[in-house]
T-cell receptor, first 120, second 114 residues
Framework: DAGVIQSPRHEVTEMGQEVTLRCKPISGHNSLFWYRQTMMRGLELLIYFNNNVPIDDSGMPEDRFSAKMPNASFSTLKIQPSEPRDSAVYFC??????????????????FGQGTRLTVV | GQQLNQSPQSMFIQEGEDVSMNCTSSSIFNTWLWYKQDPGEGPVLLIALYKAGELTSNGRLTAQFGITRKDSFLNISASIPSDVGIYFCAGQRNYGGSQGNLIFGKGTKLSVKP
């Protein structure tokens, strides 16, 4: 498996522009997470989906941020309009949301390589 | 929001030394995970812990799930230069049989002097 695939790896945009980050989760995984990483705040959970449905979006900073998961193999995180303070590395992670019933263990989240966003 | 307190924030050690870091929370978690992040990469899972009191090893790494389910530690024995990176703890709760979200600590930045 190729792992979680994010695109683009780097994005530089001007303030006010729309930015769209993309994520392809690992095939068969039905949970997907979007995180934002900055030096000051570390890894912040923005939103997570189970079976394409947003479960918790309390971490989404404000209305300028929106996330969608139209199908099990694709998700987008959109910022419109972008601002310099949105500059960060954005990670997508996926997980096989079904607990292993035999061992009663959960499965772990696997991360993509991230998108480094710079808003100037 | 939920918080995990991870310490120390950074460590500077000599190659060959042992390393210890930990995470605490005011809330109970069902799962504790430890990740390592190299520069320019996403976090990579090192160890997963599922039961209170569980002690798990992965090579030179050992991690434990605290009895109270509110803490976990990670030890690295005989550190080597490639251990350099940022180590994150993460906690996860289940709700009604479903897995909840994954909350991360702020990370421990490890530097190893050859």
């Amino acid at each position: 498996d190729a792992g979680v695939i994010q695109s683009p790896r780097h994005e530089v945009t001007e303030m006010g522009q729309e930015v769209t980050l993309r994520c392809k989760p690992i095939s068969g995984h039905n949970s997907l997470f979007w995180y934002r990483q900055t030096m000051m705040r570390g890894l912040e959970l923005l939103i997570y989906f189970n079976n394409n449905v947003p479960i918790d979006d309390s971490g989404m900073p404000e209305d300028r941020f929106s996330a969608k998961m139209p199908n099990a193999s694709f998700s987008t995180l959109k910022i419109q309009p972008s601002e310099p303070r949105d500059s960060a590395v954005y990670f997508c992670a996926s997980r096989d949301g079904g607990a292993n019933k035999e061992t009663k263990t959960n499965t772990e989240a696997f991360f993509g390589q991230g998108t480094r966003l710079t808003v100037v | 929001g939920q918080q995990l307190n991870q310490s120390p924030q950074s460590m500077f050690i000599q190659e060959g030394e042992d390393v210890s870091m930990n995470c605490t929370s005011s809330s109970i978690f069902n799962t504790w995970l430890w990740y390592k992040q190299d520069p320019g990469e996403g976090p990579v899972l090192l160890i997963a812990l599922y039961k209170a009191g569980e002690l798990t090893s992965n090579g030179r790494l050992t991690a434990q799930f605290g009895i109270t389910r509110k803490d976990s530690f990670l030890n690295i024995s005989a550190s080597i230069p490639s251990d350099v990176g940022i180590y994150f703890c993460a906690g996860q709760r289940n709700y009604g049989g479903s897995q909840g979200n994954l909350i991360f600590g702020k990370g421990t930045k490890l530097s190893v002097k050859p």
